[in-house]
């Protein structure tokens, strides 16, 4: 599939705009999508007086994939940036372009657009609730590579599995792994080009700025751009009736937290980390951060607490031991849970069937944290 893609952007490089570039090096290619034999993308001109001027090459770009051997339709529709003007002459079609002959169904269906990143629009007042969502929890930690989205995909499900409507969203912009972890591979779509329709894996509702994006593309915005992609994946995703929100946060204390905890009435958060001390050094800083924005802490997890040896049953504290439970009761904090590293739990995470989906020593761990969750009124 990607090759057919690659494909398809090396024909649109072939028509020369006027003005200079192309459609791919001006970043006018949108919704690019390959289904078997149906090709289907977005032209997105600068602006709306630009975009009068280009239905021929509209016709263009349509009728030069058309005549890829392996394509039966193609369906190219023509947008414009709400944004300024770009300068410069109105692009026309190029001289000697075929033009597009519809040959199957579907052909002439222009895709919705589902812009994503574009800067937040403003907000009155302070943080707002999500309609339709009882809590929202914030799963976090002071840094990167404590398994914090693990935990989060495994207590999504461990919650659904206790009767819980559970969503589970993936705010890492720039590395976002639920897509993989929760077994989600169809991208985005959205019926009105408005409102996105979230997956479902697992018994939860999922979403990720991963699943409209493909998946070697890196997001390279600055803070205005992930604020107004964290209001989108919030306010323009169909949730439905959930009974909690678990938000996935990137690493660290930038500004995703920051603009979450501003913009939407936030439940809770809860602490990911590790025991061993340079984890616990950013842990407290995360902690510090929520208390900062005024959102309860709810509690701490180790995760990687110990080793238990399959063949000798020898238990290891390869990260140290006990420093989380030491750091929580400072904080005058609950420790949540203490998950051991596990096979399983990685092997699930890489094939999409997160551990907490079956039975055994794992799913027992989380379906433990899940009910002491459900217990204090928290989920």
């Given at each position: 599939?990607?090759?057919r893609?690659?494909?398809v952007?090396?024909v649109?490089r072939?028509?020369?705009?006027?003005?200079?570039?192309?459609?791919v090096?001006?970043?006018?290619l949108?919704?690019?999508?390959?289904e078997?034999?149906?090709v289907r993308?977005?032209?997105e001109?600068?602006?709306?007086?630009?975009?009068r001027?280009?239905?021929g090459?509209?016709?263009?770009?349509?009728?030069?994939?058309?005549?890829?051997?392996?394509?039966?339709?193609?369906s190219?529709?023509?947008?414009?940036?709400?944004?300024?003007?770009?300068?410069g002459?109105?692009?026309?079609?190029?001289?000697?372009?075929?033009q597009?002959?519809p040959?199957?169904?579907?052909?002439?269906?222009?895709p919705?657009?589902?812009?994503?990143?574009?800067?937040?629009?403003?907000?009155?007042?302070?943080?707002?609730?999500?309609?339709?969502?009882?809590?929202?929890?914030a799963v976090?930690?002071?840094?990167?590579g404590?398994?914090?989205?693990?935990?989060a995909a495994?207590?999504?499900?461990?919650?659904a599995?206790?009767g819980?409507?559970?969503?589970?969203l993936?705010?890492?912009?720039?590395?976002?792994?639920q897509?993989?972890?929760?077994?989600?591979?169809e991208?985005?779509s959205?019926k009105?080009?408005?409102?996105?329709d979230p997956?479902h894996?697992?018994?939860?509702?999922?979403?990720?700025?991963?699943?409209?994006?493909?998946?070697?593309?890196?997001?390279?915005?600055?803070?205005p751009?992930?604020?107004?992609?964290m209001q989108?994946?919030?306010?323009q995703?169909?949730w439905?009736?959930?009974d909690?929100?678990?938000?996935?946060?990137?690493p660290?204390?930038?500004d995703?937290?920051?603009?979450l905890?501003?913009r939407?009435?936030?439940?809770?958060?809860?602490?990911v980390?590790?025991?061993?001390?340079?984890a616990?050094?950013?842990?407290?800083?995360?902690?510090?951060?929520?208390?900062?924005?005024?959102?309860?802490v709810l509690?701490l997890?180790?995760?990687m607490?110990?080793y238990?040896?399959?063949?000798?049953?020898?238990?290891?504290?390869?990260?140290?031991?006990?420093?989380?439970?030491?750091?929580?009761?400072?904080?005058?904090?609950?420790?949540?849970g203490?998950?051991p590293?596990d096979?399983?739990?990685?092997l699930?995470g890489?094939s999409?069937?997160?551990?907490?989906?079956?039975?055994?020593?794992?799913?027992?761990?989380?379906a433990?944290?899940?009910r002491?969750?459900?217990?204090g009124?928290m989920?």
């Open positions: 599939m990607a090759d893609m690659n494909e952007r090396e649109l072939r028509l020369e705009l006027p003005d200079g570039g192309d459609l090096s001006r970043d006018m949108r919704a690019l999508s390959v078997g034999g149906r993308f977005v032209i001109a600068p602006n709306p007086e630009v975009a001027h280009m239905e090459l509209r016709r263009a770009a349509e009728g030069s994939v058309q005549a890829l051997d392996w394509v039966e339709s193609a190219v529709a023509l947008t414009a940036h709400s944004g300024g003007s770009s300068g002459a109105p692009p026309r079609a190029p001289q000697g372009a075929p597009s002959a040959k199957g169904p579907g052909a002439g269906e222009a919705p657009q589902i812009r994503i990143g574009g800067h937040p629009t403003p907000q009155q007042g302070g943080p707002q609730p999500v309609p339709g969502i009882k809590r929202i929890l976090g930690s002071g840094k990167g404590v398994g914090k989205s693990t935990v495994n207590l999504a499900v461990a919650l599995k206790e819980r409507k559970v969503g589970l993936d705010a890492d912009i720039y590395g976002p792994s897509p993989r972890m929760m077994g989600v591979s991208r985005a959205s009105d080009g408005k409102i996105i997956a894996a697992h018994g939860v509702t999922m979403m990720s700025i991963g699943l409209m994006l493909e998946p070697e593309k890196a997001v390279i915005w600055r803070g751009m992930l604020m107004g992609a989108q994946l919030l306010g995703v169909a439905g009736e959930l909690v929100l678990l938000i996935d946060l990137p660290g204390t930038g995703v937290q920051l603009s905890a501003q939407t009435a936030l439940s809770g958060a809860i602490v980390c590790t025991p061993q001390d340079v616990l050094i950013d842990a407290v800083k995360a902690i510090d951060m929520f208390r900062t924005l005024k959102v309860p509690g997890i180790e995760n607490s110990l238990i040896c399959p063949n000798c049953g020898h238990e290891a504290h390869i990260f140290g031991h006990g420093g989380v439970a030491k750091e929580a009761e400072r904080h005058g904090l609950p420790l949540l203490a998950l590293i096979l399983d739990t990685r699930g890489d999409g069937t997160p551990v907490a989906t079956g039975e055994g020593v794992m799913s027992d761990a989380y433990k944290i899940a002491g969750l459900i217990g009124g989920a």
